[in-house]
């Protein structure tokens, strides 16, 4: 079988100057929920522009389930269902009727009763799109999506003012569209989410793919297992910080070291060999232990290393 999407060497520039996508490769199987993560300005938007169809590349190619957007494109648009970062919908229509104008774009659309049903958009079928809360907004914009009876579904973080209830309800939705044997293509702000729906993600900046694989594996290769954070009381200046940097650098089991503000925060293998390395050189430099917490690595703690931010910044 083919790729449900696909992208080789994909590039857009604007202008002649401002290279949006650098030399992007992707390649997502059917079934797939993949993750495209990457901090604001990384290329995230416009490659997901480009494979929806909506956004001409300056070079490279896409397919999308073995079809090109130059030779198939009106089919390949039955098969995707799209929500977008920002939909803006008509708020004089009503939600039942906003979720029926999509339907008729379609040959083979889903129940709009079955879709309002799952989305739990029922009780507002009647109610004005322009009544409707940010959270209902949202959930009416993936509806929007589904109806289609997609192939694949393109999800721009889709549960961006959901509160947390709501959100969980969705993964939910995303996981009963993958078992159904759907492909979904997801950018989002929350590590959490990704780390729980996504079976592989890329993590994108400036425009290229710097890192690929499943939540798991990403932690085991470049976040190290656990992460020791503390704080100490006599970090004062660049110069002190770096020489204490290196000090850190040299503790049993460490393999990297990031400082954030004065929380150092350090990925280790074995924290049963740093903590108490730690605790010894905290003593000999003669300063007080602030703060110091231990827990697992996460996507997070990946994402920061790769890029030096966290993803929530601007």
Request: glycine share 10%.
């Amino acid at each position: 079988m083919p790729a449900a999407i696909e992208c080789r060497d994909l590039r857009k520039t604007y202008d002649g100057k401002v290279e949006a996508v650098r030399g992007l490769s992707l390649e997502i199987q059917a079934g797939e929920c993949f993750g495209l993560l990457g901090p604001n300005g990384a290329g995230k938007t416009t490659t997901i522009e480009i494979l929806e169809g909506l956004l001409p590349p300056t070079s490279g190619h896409v397919s999308i389930l073995g079809h090109t957007w130059q030779e198939d494109g009106r089919e390949m648009r039955e098969w995707l269902g799209i929500s977008l970062q920002e939909t803006r919908l008509s708020e004089k229509l009503t939600v039942r009727e906003t979720v029926e104008l999509f339907a008729s774009f379609y040959r083979e659309p889903r129940s709009s009763d079955e879709v309002l049903e799952q989305l739990e958009l029922t009780e507002k079928a009647d109610s004005w799109v322009g009544k409707l809360s940010g959270g209902q907004r949202q959930r009416l914009a993936v509806a929007t999506a589904l109806v289609c009876n997609p192939k694949i579904l393109f999800l721009d973080e889709p549960t961006t003012g959901l509160d947390p209830q709501s959100r969980r309800r969705l993964w939910e939705i995303i996981r009963v569209f993958q078992r159904g044997g759907g492909t979904v293509l997801l950018t989002t702000h929350y590590m959490d989410e990704a780390e729980r729906l996504c079976d592989r993600l890329a993590i994108v900046d400036h425009g290229q793919v710097i890192a690929e694989g499943s939540p798991s594996d990403l932690i085991d290769r470049l976040g190290g297992h656990h992460v020791v954070e503390f704080a100490v009381s006599n970090s004062h200046g660049n110069a002190s910080r770096n020489a204490e940097g290196k000090t850190w650098r040299a503790l049993p089991g460490v393999e990297s070291v990031r400082d954030d503000d004065g929380l150092v925060a350090l990925n280790v293998k074995e924290p049963h060999l740093t903590i108490p390395a730690l605790l010894d050189a905290i003593e000999k430099q003669g300063s007080a232990l602030e703060h110091l917490t231990t827990r697992q690595a996460s996507l997070e703690d990946v994402f920061v290393r790769l890029t030096g931010r966290h993803l929530r910044d601007e």
